[in-house]
């Protein structure tokens, strides 16, 4: 029987999987983004409890799992992990957090 593992980030760390982005259609021609650096979308899955800072204690992690975040295009591990990729670094690293704007 094979055995399960989860993946746990330490400290400030934030676990992101992936959102794949839709490639522009022109007609039947699909254009793909290939070439391009680009930053990635993904879902936050996992956040570390947060971190010590001297001079100032304890600082919680902001970020939740579920919300939707772009990474910078260098800085993160990707990993695969049970076949599926993720993304792993320092919350402090994350660019944006997306937010959705309900309209009134």
Do not use: W
């Amino acid at each position: 029987m094979e055995e399960k593992t989860t993946l746990e980030p330490m400290f400030d760390a934030v676990i992101v999987k992936p959102i794949e982005v839709e490639e522009k259609q022109f007609g039947s021609i699909v254009v793909p983004d290939v070439g391009k650096d680009r930053n990635e979308h993904g879902e936050v899955i996992a956040v570390g409890p947060g971190r010590h800072v001297a001079g100032i204690g304890f600082i919680e992690t902001i970020l939740k799992p579920g919300d939707q975040v772009i990474l910078p295009t260098t800085g993160f591990t990707k990993l695969q992990h049970e076949g599926e990729d993720y993304y792993i670094g320092n919350e402090t690293m994350v660019l944006s957090k997306v937010k959705k704007i309900e309209n009134e």
